[in-house]
């Protein structure tokens, strides 16, 4: 199936490797489903055959416009009260139980806390589900794929500072400059409680400023290695002395700030709003924040294939004109990204490896399987290497190669067969018959698109990979055979199939 077609010149398309010039080729079902995918978590075969229908430019509005679309709430359950500060009050009754030994007192005082750090964890996982099934339900794609990158670019653990609130109401802050603007988001981070505990800014101060937070704004927010020097970082911290937060909000406390004058990047700067003015007046951020927009949703750079690295760099350069042309807003850029021609070229369609995210959200998405246990897939997805809000360290997530090893291969199928069949390694899902995964429902939807022909392997084939011929396919067809007697493939037999290709190697890539 076609669905709509749009045409363009296109500089450059023959080689395979396309350019940063609009599409000038078909926009049917193959480039419909990419852009669902790289630009979101995919879509259902009628979600595909609906935005190709609709023709490229208006798909790409649909997807990047968003504002327009009703979008998801916070958790109603969320607290910012569990983990506050104790009163003057509360430490002057602990230094009176210390003084008299009161060891009871003390006690009581000591299991308040573990209380209240366990009705803590208790609602970060809470926090998770609720995200996780945000990403399921939302009719805002890709605000939800941005909010993902930007929790791994500015990446921030509970597990160091232990405060889910601070959590959560980071992750609404990248949502709210998901597609927006950078600069904007980058004089957020240096005010959000979340990232200035876990870059220890709180605890920095006039007389002995901390480097963390300043030489990281640049190393790995927006510059990158070589575009500073160490005189850089030790002058932006003293910008940042009096940063810090009180409570949830976050908090300027004059009397900690270094007043002297200072120079960063060849600036003079006085706070913390002066250093991001000189780390974006820099061309070499947008360069850096459109590498990494080109990583995300594109591919891998670099990639040490010349050929591929240099148009890779070409549009990167493109990319980083249209950022500074913009002032930094990231709407237009990924709106010209994604009409690219070099965004649908040969080389880059399915050569991304999911993101264990990806890979969960896009299968209840595009397969429409029952979400099932959302604990047990945040479960699923730390043993493959992304669990949500627990980022690695300060760089994020690797991605690419590093999702794919022995032991994360082995929990990624167990996710797909959880997901398709109800199954688990140990016991079976309580729900697994009362909410059956369909997958009769996918084969209709192929067959009615006419991409199958009646062959339900076929049709399995295209609704999960986007292809048929592939090598696979005999040994699929001879499957289910065997397993129908030659006759009509039956809901066991599919349900089997679908568990199979989910095996596949090329099921890892979008």
Same mark, same amino acid.
């Not at 030489?215 to 790995?220: H, P």
């Given at each position: 199936?076609?669905?709509?077609?749009?045409?363009?010149?296109?500089?450059?398309?023959?080689?395979?490797?396309?350019?940063?010039?609009?599409?000038?080729?078909?926009?049917?079902?193959?480039?419909?489903?990419?852009? =669902?995918w790289?630009?979101?978590?995919?879509?259902?075969?009628?979600?595909?055959?609906?935005?190709?229908?609709?023709?490229?430019?208006?798909?790409?509005?649909?997807?990047?416009?968003?504002?327009?679309?009703?979008a998801?709430? @916070?958790?109603?359950?969320?607290?910012?009260?569990?983990?506050?500060?104790?009163?003057?009050?509360?430490?002057?009754?602990?230094?009176?139980?210390? &003084?008299?030994?009161?060891?009871?007192?003390?006690?009581?005082?000591?299991?308040?806390?573990?209380?209240?750090?366990?009705?803590?964890?208790?609602?970060?996982?809470?926090?998770?589900?609720?995200?996780?099934? %945000?990403?399921?339900?939302?009719?805002? #794609?890709?605000?939800e794929?941005?909010?993902?990158?930007?929790?791994?670019?500015?990446?921030?653990?509970?597990?160091?500072?232990?405060?889910?609130?601070?959590?959560?109401?980071?992750?609404?802050?990248?949502?709210s400059?998901?597609?927006?603007?950078?600069? &904007?988001?980058?004089?957020?981070?240096?005010?959000?409680?979340?990232?200035?505990?876990?870059?220890?800014?709180?605890?920095? %101060?006039?007389?002995?400023?901390?480097?963390?937070?300043?030489?990281? =704004?640049?190393?790995?927010?927006?510059?990158?290695?070589?575009?500073?020097?160490?005189?850089?970082?030790?002058?932006?911290?003293?910008?940042?002395?009096?940063y810090?937060?009180?409570?949830?909000?976050?908090?300027?406390?004059?009397?900690?700030?270094?007043?002297n004058?200072?120079?960063?990047?060849?600036?003079?700067?006085?706070?913390?709003?002066?250093?991001?003015?000189?780390?974006?007046a820099?061309?070499?951020?947008?360069?850096?924040?459109?590498?990494?927009?080109?990583?995300?949703?594109?591919?891998?750079?670099?990639?040490?294939?010349?050929?591929?690295?240099?148009?890779?760099?070409?549009?990167? +350069?493109?990319?980083?004109?249209?950022?500074?042309?913009?002032?930094?807003? =990231?709407?237009?850029?990924?709106?010209?990204?994604?009409?690219?021609?070099?965004?649908?070229?040969?080389?880059?369609?399915?050569? &991304?490896? +999911?993101?264990?995210?990806?890979?969960?959200?896009?299968?209840?998405?595009?397969?429409?399987?029952?979400? %099932?246990?959302?604990?047990?897939?945040?479960?699923?997805?730390?043993?493959?290497?992304?669990?949500?809000?627990?980022? #690695?360290?300060? +760089?994020g997530?690797?991605?690419? @190669?590093?999702?794919?090893?022995?032991?994360?291969?082995?929990?990624?199928?167990?996710?797909?067969?959880?997901?398709?069949?109800?199954?688990?390694?140990?016991?079976?899902?309580?729900?697994?018959?009362?909410?059956?995964?369909r997958?009769?429902?996918?084969?209709?939807?192929?067959?009615?698109?006419?991409?199958?022909?009646?062959?339900?392997?076929?049709?399995?084939?295209?609704?999960?990979?986007?292809?048929?011929?592939?090598?696979? @396919?005999?040994?699929?067809?001879?499957?289910?055979?065997?397993?129908?007697?030659?006759?009509?493939?039956?809901?066991?037999?599919?349900?089997e199939?679908?568990?199979l290709?989910?095996?596949? #190697?090329?099921? &890892?890539?979008?």
């Amino acid at each position: 199936m076609s669905g709509g077609t749009t045409r363009r010149k296109d500089p450059g398309g023959n080689s395979g490797l396309g350019s940063f010039e609009p599409h000038g080729g078909d926009f049917g079902f193959a480039e419909a489903r990419h852009l =669902l995918w790289r630009a979101g978590f995919g879509g259902s075969a009628a979600q595909v055959a609906l935005i190709a229908g609709w023709g490229l430019e208006r798909a790409v509005e649909h997807l990047v416009g968003y504002g327009g679309v009703e979008a998801g709430t @916070r958790p109603a359950e969320a607290r910012g009260d569990i983990k506050r500060e104790r009163t003057a009050e509360e430490r002057r009754a602990e230094r009176a139980a210390r &003084q008299s030994r009161d060891e009871e007192s003390l006690a009581r005082i000591r299991l308040t806390i573990q209380q209240r750090e366990r009705d803590d964890r208790k609602q970060m996982s809470q926090v998770q589900r609720w995200w996780l099934a %945000r990403m399921i339900e939302t009719a805002r #794609p890709l605000e939800e794929k941005l909010t993902l990158l930007w929790h791994g670019h500015f990446a921030t653990s509970y597990r160091t500072i232990e405060n889910s609130y601070h959590m959560l109401r980071q992750n609404e802050m990248f949502r709210s400059h998901a597609a927006g603007n950078f600069g &904007q988001m980058l004089f957020a981070i240096i005010r959000d409680p979340a990232m200035l505990a876990y870059l220890n800014n709180n605890q920095s %101060r006039r007389d002995r400023p901390n480097e963390n937070l300043a030489r990281e =704004l640049m190393e790995l927010f927006s510059l990158g290695v070589g575009n500073y020097s160490e005189r850089d970082i030790k002058e932006g911290a003293r910008a940042l002395t009096g940063y810090t937060f009180v409570g949830n909000e976050f908090a300027f406390q004059a009397s900690n700030h270094d007043p002297n004058p200072k120079r960063v990047l060849g600036k003079a700067v006085s706070d913390g709003d002066d250093f991001v003015k000189a780390i974006l007046a820099k061309r070499e951020c947008a360069e850096f924040v459109c590498a990494k927009l080109y990583r995300y949703f594109v591919g891998d750079y670099p990639s040490g294939v010349a050929q591929a690295d240099e148009a890779a760099a070409g549009v990167i +350069k493109e990319m980083s004109r249209e950022l500074l042309r913009a002032r930094y807003e =990231l709407r237009p850029v990924l709106r010209r990204l994604f009409l690219s021609g070099h965004f649908y070229s040969a080389r880059v369609r399915g050569s &991304q490896i +999911k993101s264990p995210t990806q890979l969960v959200v896009g299968a209840v998405r595009s397969l429409n399987t029952p979400a %099932r246990d959302l604990d047990v897939l945040s479960d699923a997805m730390d043993r493959m290497g992304q669990e949500l809000f627990y980022p #690695p360290s300060v +760089k994020g997530w690797d991605g690419g @190669r590093s999702w794919i090893n022995t032991a994360t291969l082995y929990a990624r199928q167990n996710a797909m067969v959880y997901l398709i069949s109800g199954k688990r390694p140990v016991g079976r899902d309580a729900l697994a018959d009362a909410e059956p995964f369909r997958p009769e429902e996918l084969v209709k939807a192929a067959e009615a698109l006419g991409m199958s022909e009646g062959d339900a392997v076929a049709a399995l084939l295209m609704v999960m990979i986007g292809r048929a011929d592939i090598n696979e @396919r005999g040994d699929l067809e001879e499957f289910a055979r065997r397993r129908s007697g030659g006759g009509r493939v039956d809901h066991a037999t599919l349900v089997e199939l679908a568990m199979l290709i989910a095996a596949l #190697p090329r099921y &890892q890539l979008c």
